[in-house]
């Protein structure tokens, strides 16, 4: 009763801030809204799910601490609302900023944007032909005998969208259609990976431009990209076995593999007969639906680690965020920059048979610390 009453809540409360920040300037690509509806999706909503869910599943006891993290949500709320307050103040003022580009067709410095764009696109296929294919054989990278030449080029491949997305804003119509082009061959191109983090983050960062293009979903689009999440999520996440069964003496698959690994992967949704966190039967859909909050829920990490300070993990007091200082700095020229995933590693001490997959999440970090 005590997860329901403080997730309803939160809920009512993080509603509130997405729908103000979605009245601001950039709808509901805003810092602020995105945030918030990170925060319901991750954190709130499958607290609700999985108390709600229709069958039994094994509650694991590191889910004492949910209150905590639901508490922890409340608490960063003030802050967030005065920040959406203060973004839809701005985006109503005499002489806001346009949130959609205007290409004119005499800048045509622009096509110097499809020389990384090429060398993205060059690398991407090159790092799927050595094995860098999600969650497969991996071999550290290098381009002509360098490893030094493979950070430089690794840096601007990570980069590039930027690039061709500033093709779509400020080319004239015939860049604008290169940079469309580029913009879907970088589509097939993740997609094959079979790698959900890098293809939901893919999608993010593409509806986070088309809403500063002016782009407003229809509800078809919604469904649409709550169905490609779905199967992302799901079907992707859960291809593993079956892409592993696909692989030959390459560590790669190519695309054709990759439709048929999807398949082998809807196949065995179908065919299984319990679902991987139920006691009865269920339905293949209602299975996906499961592995989906599964996966979504950073709620259950954050639990693990905030009922364990301080007497498993000790307070950090602001030492997790020194990443933000130094984060866009090329790893070409700090070879030995630390990572993320130092972060995540904290989930190690408190849940068993974690190494580091589940992140700390926003809301324990700021407890952390």
Wanted: hydrophobic share 50%; glycine share 8%.
């Amino acid at each position: 009763m005590e997860i329901v009453i403080l997730s309803v809540l939160s809920l009512t409360i993080w509603l509130v801030i997405w729908k103000v920040a979605c009245r601001g300037m950039l709808s509901w690509a805003s810092p602020v809204a995105l945030f918030a509806a990170g925060l319901i999706t991750f954190y709130v909503f499958p607290a609700l799910y999985w108390q709600f869910r229709p069958w039994s599943y094994p509650i694991p006891s590191y889910f004492d601490g949910l209150p905590i993290v639901l508490l922890g949500t409340l608490c960063l709320a003030p802050a967030f609302l005065l920040g959406a307050l203060f973004e839809q103040r701005k985006g109503r003022s005499p002489n806001p900023r346009a949130t959609r580009f205007a290409g004119s067709p005499n800048k045509r410095r622009v096509w110097v944007l499809l020389v990384p764009c090429a060398i993205g696109m060059a690398w991407s296929v090159y790092l799927i032909t050595i094995g860098y294919q999600g969650r497969f054989v991996r071999q550290t990278p290098t381009l002509f005998g360098s490893d030094e030449l493979a950070f430089l080029v690794g840096n601007i491949a990570f980069y590039y969208p930027v690039c061709y997305f500033g093709l779509v804003a400020f080319g004239n119509p015939f860049a604008r259609r290169m940079g469309q082009t580029v913009w879907l061959v970088d589509a097939f191109l993740t997609i094959i990976t079979l790698h959900r983090y890098v293809i939901l983050i893919f999608l993010l960062r593409s509806l986070i431009f088309l809403a500063m293009l002016g782009w407003r979903p229809k509800w078809r689009h919604k469904f649409a990209v709550f169905a490609f999440v779905l199967i992302t999520v799901g079907l992707i996440g859960e291809s593993y076995g079956a892409a592993s069964e696909n692989l030959d003496e390459k560590a790669y698959l190519d695309p054709g593999k990759v439709f048929k690994t999807l398949l082998e992967s809807g196949s065995r949704y179908m065919n299984r007969d319990t679902g991987s966190f139920s006691s009865s039967s269920v339905n293949p859909l209602l299975g996906l639906v499961d592995d989906t909050f599964y996966r979504l829920y950073d709620a259950r990490s954050a639990s693990a680690v905030m009922a364990a300070i301080p007497d498993v993990i000790p307070y950090y007091y602001g030492a997790t965020f020194e990443h933000i200082v130094y984060a866009l700095i090329p790893r070409y020229l700090w070879e030995d920059k630390p990572t993320a995933r130092d972060i995540h590693m904290i989930t190690t001490q408190v849940m068993l048979n974690d190494s580091g997959l589940n992140p700390l999440g926003t809301v324990a970090e700021f407890y952390v610390n």
